[in-house]
């Protein structure tokens, strides 16, 4: 049965019908060591009382080895009905004219706060000293920004007429063979950005909120992100945050409260790697947040274990995905970290309500990767690991959930 909504939540029935794309490259070996996992996690958490029946829709390569467009519009109509996928990586055409079936993905079913938690597992190999000092939680505005497509090449009739008329109406002193990108930004889509990310803060008990930014230099857009975020979380969550500047100038206490702060981009980055404890839930555009999510997912191991939810809290679609792409070099080859679509699964289960099954993959692929049973990327940087393929990795985290 599909899920429905009523009342502004989503009604999961036991028996729950859950689309899944597959994707292209490495996903198809991801996928199905990842189904393996979560039917596992489902049987062991619920005893066969609930189920999920998986349904495949079409998108990417396979789409259009069937004779699809790359993303069908009776997939984008699926997962509306459905309101929630997962889908394995899909590459990207180059040079076709169609910018990104992910970026059409969020933007179609207009999923604008892609949700990226980024914490350490016990024994992942990591670059830095303390990778368990990290547990944030990214917001990225997923609609906007300089995503919106709105470019033009250099020497293009668009880009010239766009310079003259930048200089000559509006007074500035553009080259002429200047390529232009054009960067909106909106009250709306910042403030349900943010909006999302209290709300996320107060339901998980959550220290506090850092909108980054890079005001300083891009006042009327990154600084209005600042701005729009301190008047959402003062006007409609005032009993529940304290502000840093309210802390510092007054004393205010912030004990009980979620603290709010905000702080530029690139201080941001230094923060991470320098003070990661210090930090917990992250608002911040939607460039900031796609540099900032792969830095920290290195941080504490790298993409093979990153998992990622777009998500409309108002509308429930939400299409839950790994960070990394379709690495196509290692497609086929049973190699790849399945770990980054199995976390993502654990964040759809916890997003339809199903903690028990998130919590029982989490802990089973902690215990794999502890008792060094894993694949070719944690191997090479783990000393006496064992070397598991993709389906295998998948296999041994099966088994640590039946016998947990
Ligand atoms: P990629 O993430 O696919 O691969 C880069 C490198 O990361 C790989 O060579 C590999 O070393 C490592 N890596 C990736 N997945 C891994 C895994 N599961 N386990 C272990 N290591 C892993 O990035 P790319 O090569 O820049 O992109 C390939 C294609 O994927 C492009 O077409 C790109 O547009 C697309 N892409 C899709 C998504 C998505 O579906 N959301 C995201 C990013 C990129």
């Known amino acids: 049965m599909k899920i429905s909504m009523q009342s502004g939540q989503l009604v999961v029935p036991d028996s729950v019908d859950i689309p899944f794309i597959e994707g292209d490259g490495t996903g198809p070996d991801i996928w199905s060591a990842s189904r393996v996992v979560f039917d596992a996690a489902v049987k062991k958490a619920f005893g066969g009382r609930k189920k999920v029946n998986w349904v495949e829709l079409l998108a990417g390569e396979k789409a259009v080895a069937n004779g699809k467009e790359l993303l069908p519009s009776e997939t984008l109509e699926q997962i509306k009905s459905h ?52 547990n944030i939680v990214i917001f990225r505005e997923n609609t906007e920004d300089v995503y919106a497509g709105l470019e033009w090449q250099s020497g293009s009739e668009k880009a010239q007429k766009l310079v003259s008329f930048l200089n000559g109406e509006l007074g500035c002193k553009l080259a002429s063979d200047a390529a232009i990108g054009i960067k909106p930004m909106t009250k709306r889509n910042s403030q349900r950005l943010v909006r999302a990310a209290l709300k996320y803060a107060v339901a998980n008990k959550r220290r506090s909120v850092t909108l980054v930014h890079k005001g300083n230099i891009m006042k009327y857009t990154e600084g209005a992100f600042k701005d729009w975020g301190y008047s959402v979380a003062t006007s409609e969550f005032g009993g529940e945050i304290v502000t840093e500047s309210a802390v510092v100038a007054s004393g205010a206490s912030s004990a009980g409260k979620i603290l709010i702060n905000d702080r530029i981009a690139d201080n941001m980055f230094q ?47 939400a299409v839950f995905e790994a960070t990394h792409g379709s690495a196509p070099k290692y497609a086929g080859q049973d190699k790849v970290n399945p770990g980054s679509v199995i976390l993502s699964g654990a964040m ?39 070397l598991l393929k993709c389906s295998e990795f998948a296999g041994e985290i099966a088994n640590n959930v039946e016998k947990s």
């Not at 947040?289 to 108002?314: F, M, T």
């Open 83 to 134: 309101f929630v996928a997962i889908k394995g990586p899909l590459t990207t055409p180059v040079g076709t004219g169609f910018r990104s079936i992910n970026v059409t993905l969020r933007q179609e079913l207009d999923l604008y706060a892609c949700v990226r938690p980024v914490k350490w597992f016990k024994g992942v190999p990591a670059p830095v000293k303390s990778p368990q000092d990290v």
């Open 271 to 317: 923060q991470m790697l320098l003070r990661p404890s210090e930090y917990d839930v992250i608002a911040t555009p939607n460039l900031n947040g796609d540099y900032l999510s792969d830095a920290a997912a290195a941080q504490v191991g790298g993409l093979g274990i990153a998992p990622g939810g777009n998500i409309n809290y108002e509308t429930g679609f």
């Open 348 to 386: 759809l289960f916890e997003y339809l309500g199903w903690s028990s099954v998130a919590k029982l993959i989490e802990s089973a692929m902690e215990e794999a990767i502890v008792s060094k049973k894993v694949t070719y990327d944690f191997h090479r940087q783990i000393e006496g690991a064992t």
